[in-house]
Structures are given as structure tokens and as C-alpha cells.
């Protein structure tokens, strides 16, 4: 299966909103929908974390550090998953990397860079 295309990312101030995308073209819509999606950034001088994940029947996980603020979503019909990120602080600064898992598997994107500046 091919890579996964992020896009959303830019330059705001603290307390605006992005979304973020991403699809999977080169994915059929069998072995995507099935698959669990997430998105994980990482911050200069900082490992890659998870930010939130959806699965195939829609259950999600957030981390701390976002939870009332980011809102992950999926739609089957076009093979993407969203990041609605909202009240975004210096701290949410980070490149934001697309992922699907299944059977083990990971497949990710190049990141789509999210810069949160006064």
C-alpha cells in the first residue's frame, strides 16, 4: 500500500483553529477502512508522539495535552482522517504526521508542518 498525504498545515496565532487531512490515493477502500488511524507530531529535539488515534468502528484516543481542544475524525467514502485542532497554543508547534495501521503494519506521511506563533 502506498503513502499516506497530510495537508492542512501553516502559521497561526495562539488561539486559532486548523484542520489537518489526510488521505490515502494509492489505498483501496477495504484495506483502509479497516485499518486504525492516527496522527503523531514531533517537535524539534522531540520524539515522535501520539496525538490521537480513531479505529475502524470509530473509538478514539487523545492525548493529555489535547483533549478538549482536538477532535480526530474519518470518513470512509474518501479515505481521509482529520485533525480539527482548536484553541492551538506555541506548545501544539510541531510537524504532524499522518498514520494507518493494520496487521501490524504502519504506513505514514511526509508531515505537514503546524507553527503556532504570536
Known amino acids: 500500500q502506498g503513502p499516506l498525504v497530510e495537508s492542512g498545515g501553516g502559521l497561526v496565532q495562539p488561539g486559532r483553529s486548523l484542520r489537518l487531512s489526510c488521505t490515502a490515493p494509492?489505498?483501496?477502500?477495504?484495506?483502509?477502512?479497516?485499518?486504525?488511524m492516527a496522527w503523531y507530531r514531533q517537535a524539534p529535539g522531540k520524539e515522535r508522539a501520539l496525538v490521537a488515534s480513531i479505529t475502524s468502528r470509530g473509538i478514539t484516543e487523545y492525548a493529555d495535552s489535547v483533549k478538549g481542544r482536538f477532535t480526530i475524525s474519518r470518513d470512509a467514502s474518501r479515505k481521509a482522517v482529520y485533525l480539527q485542532m482548536n484553541d492551538l497554543a506555541p506548545e501544539d508547534t510541531a510537524v504532524y504526521y499522518c498514520n494507518r495501521q493494520l496487521d501490524g503494519r504502519n504506513f505514514w506521511g511526509q508531515g505537514t508542518q503546524v507553527t503556532v506563533s504570536s
Open positions: 494509492r489505498t483501496i477502500t477495504s484495506v483502509f477502512n479497516p485499518s486504525t
